[in-house]
Every structure is written in structure tokens, then in C-alpha cells.
């Protein structure tokens, strides 16, 4: 699987947009981008994933450049509940895939929204 | 609760005991995953099964750790002669083929 490169923190103000950024540079064709993040002592859960084309969902807007070499993971309304570590992970399937391919994790990016 | 359960949240044992670590999968989830991750760091692969079959091992999975998946449904993460670098967070996660995994709480292993 292809590496990811984000920044180690971010700050954002609560009900600001938060625009976290990751490059991956060397993802290959049949690699999609998924997104996870951890609050403090939980389990990763899942935010959003994309191939190509930009994706929302009820959580984050996802938008990867046209080369596919960066995207950006996008909260809307920041709230203080979205502070925790947010992880790009490039990686091989989706869901006709049959093969397997796990998720590689990072040490991704610490955001901090502050009232 | 249909997410992936896992059981028990927090266990403190003393080095060179025996634990074991139970993980129940969202249902129908075929694919199961175990992780490892310590204090600061992103969650590590450990080991991958689909069904009942263990497909991949990790060089972190060491002979002193063995995972089981009987039916294919609910699996165990064991550890034998537990020593203080053991210590870490045991996350559990399970998809439908290549989709995305959802992971479970995990479970605090603590060897005093």
C-alpha cells in the first residue's frame, strides 16, 4: 500500500471548517483513500473513503485532487467533539474487490478544535 | 449494539501469565482483523482471518501470540507468558470483503 504524509496537529475553532490535508503521492490505480479517526482511548471508526471523485457523507467531505496525489478531508461545522487523531490510509479494494488488503495506519493528525 | 464487541475492556495482569482477549464481529462481517497499538502510535496489523481461516500473520505476532476464529464469527487473541512490552491497546475490526472495517472499543492490556 501506498504512504501517506500529514501534518502531526491542526487547530481548529469550533464551528469553523476544519480542512485536514494528507499526501499520497505514490498511490497506484486501484488504491482508494480512506479516512478514520480515534477520540482519546476509543477504537478508529471509520469516516469516509473515495477512489477518484470527491465523496460526502453525514460526517466529513472528502475532495482528491484530479492526479490523485493529495486529498483533503473536510468537517463542515467543527464541534469540540471532533477532536482526535484523523488518519489517511491509502489502500487497496473496495467493495467488489475480492482480494485483501489491510489498512495501514500512520501516525496521522491530531486536531484540536478550542470553543 | 451491532458494532464489534470486544471483551474485556481493560486487564491488568502480572508478567508471565496467560490472557485472553475475545472479539465478537458486526454479523455476517467475514473478514476479522486484529491490531496492536501503543502509546502514541497508529494501530499496527497483527493478524487477518476470513471465516475461520487465518490468512495473514504479522512479523509483531510473535510465537507466544495465537488467534483462533472456530466457526467463524467470534475470535480469540491469546498471549502466553505475558511480558511488560505486551502493554498496549488490542483493537479488533471486521468488514464485509474489501469494504470498510469497523473496529470494536479494544481492549487495555496493562502487565505489571
Known amino acids: 500500500d501506498a504512504k501517506t504524509t500529514q501534518p502531526p496537529s491542526m487547530d481548529c475553532a469550533e464551528g469553523r471548517a476544519a480542512n485536514l490535508p494528507c499526501n499520497h503521492s505514490t498511490i497506484s490505480g486501484n488504491e482508494y483513500v480512506y479516512w478514520y479517526r480515534q477520540i482519546h482511548s476509543q477504537g478508529p471508526q471509520y469516516i469516509i473513503h473515495g477512489l477518484k471523485n470527491n465523496e460526502t457523507n453525514e460526517m466529513a467531505s472528502l475532495i482528491i485532487t484530479e492526479d490523485r496525489k493529495s486529498s483533503t478531508l473536510i468537517l463542515p461545522h467543527a464541534t469540540l467533539r471532533d477532536t482526535a487523531v484523523y488518519y489517511c490510509?491509502?489502500?487497496?479494494?473496495?467493495?467488489?474487490?475480492?482480494?485483501?488488503?489491510?489498512?495501514?495506519f500512520g501516525k496521522g493528525t491530531m486536531l484540536l478544535v478550542s470553543p | 449494539d451491532t458494532g464489534v464487541s470486544q471483551d474485556p475492556r481493560h486487564k491488568i495482569t502480572k508478567r508471565g501469565q496467560n490472557v485472553t482477549f475475545r472479539c465478537d464481529p458486526i454479523?455476517?462481517?467475514?473478514?476479522l482483523y486484529w491490531y496492536r497499538q501503543t502509546l502514541g502510535q497508529g494501530p499496527e496489523f497483527l493478524t487477518y482471518?476470513?471465516?475461520?481461516?487465518?490468512?495473514?500473520k504479522s512479523r509483531l505476532l510473535s510465537d507466544r501470540f495465537s488467534a483462533e476464529r472456530p466457526k467463524g464469527s467470534f475470535s480469540t487473541l491469546e498471549i502466553q507468558r505475558t511480558e511488560q512490552g505486551d502493554s498496549a491497546m488490542y483493537l479488533c475490526?471486521?468488514?464485509?470483503?474489501?469494504?470498510?472495517?469497523?473496529f470494536g472499543q479494544g481492549t487495555r492490556l496493562t502487565v505489571v
Open positions: 454479523s455476517e462481517h467475514n473478514r
Open positions: 490510509i491509502v489502500r487497496a479494494g473496495g467493495a467488489l474487490n475480492s482480494g485483501y488488503s489491510t489498512l495501514t
Open positions: 475490526a471486521s468488514s464485509l470483503a474489501s469494504t470498510e472495517a469497523f
Open positions: 482471518f476470513q471465516n475461520e481461516a487465518q490468512l495473514e
